[in-house]
């Protein structure tokens, strides 16, 4: 079992609404992730927290919006988001965010915007 | 991101029988792999890894190996089971980048009873 949970397990939108995604890992992990994963394909890397700060925001865009309150939670805030952005929302914690640390995954927000 | 594509996007094999996976990539910079398995509806679930001075790892009933000559990374699944019917994905680091990976598109294995 992944020791990163994540919650809501599934979560419906409006594309007006506001709602947030919520990660947490007890491993004492200092780097945490959010990737995004639409139906039959690979994750995609969307941000990276190092010791809560960010240091990966790949070029998504603002109506996503990170936040790393502690060591141990990440959020991904969501506002005025599309029908495509309805995917599977993966948080992934790794020991450290030197070279050669081991990503784990939580099992993923189903979100889905109409 | 670096292309880290696989050969077969869909496998069937026989239960009892070994699987082998494929995975190339084009970074020759690259110095870390992971292979993970994705069960439908779940997170991808870490199997094994190797980093680039080594060219074959073994785990409990996986092995990957690594040639870094021809840029191919590869995992084989010994006595295939039903429970390993999933999604495999490879997912590769660049050296000195920390630790930001990029996976390849995924091979379907299924297992027949």
């Known amino acids: 079992d992944t020791e990163v949970t994540q919650t809501p397990k599934h979560l419906v939108m409006g594309m007006t609404n506001k709602k947030s995604l919520k990660c ?10 959010w990737y995004k994963q639409k139906a039959k394909k690979p994750p995609e890397l969307m ?3 190092s010791y809560e700060k960010l240091s990966i925001n790949e070029s998504v865009p603002s109506r996503f919006s990170p936040e790393c309150p502690n060591s141990s939670l990440l959020n991904l805030h969501l506002h005025a988001l599309q029908p495509e952005d309805s995917a ?10 030197g070279s050669g640390n081991t990503i784990y995954f939580g099992e993923g927000s189903w979100l889905t915007v109409v | 991101g670096e292309s880290v594509g696989l050969h077969l996007p869909t496998l069937s094999v026989q239960e ?21 398995k994705q069960e439908s509806g779940k997170g991808p679930q870490f199997i ?9 790892r073994q785990g409990q009933r996986v092995t990957v190996l690594l040639n870094k000559t021809v840029k191919h990374l590869s995992l084989q ?16 680091k660049e050296a000195n980048t920390g630790n930001q990976f990029y996976f390849g598109t995924g091979t379907s294995l299924t297992v027949i009873p």
């Open chain 1, 47 to 49: 941000f990276v927290y």
């Open chain 1, 24 to 33: 947490e890992q007890h491993m004492g992990h200092r780097a945490m992730y």
């Open chain 1, 88 to 97: 599977l929302y993966l948080c992934a914690s790794s020991q450290g965010w």
């Open chain 2, 48 to 56: 094994i890894d190797i980093r680039s001075n080594m060219d074959k």
């Open chain 2, 16 to 36: 009892g029988d070994n699987s082998i996976i494929n995975c190339a990539y084009s970074n020759s910079a690259s110095d870390y792999f992971i292979w993970y």
């Open chain 2, 77 to 92: 699944i010994a006595a295939t089971q039903p429970g390993d019917s999933a999604v495999y994905f490879c997912a590769e």
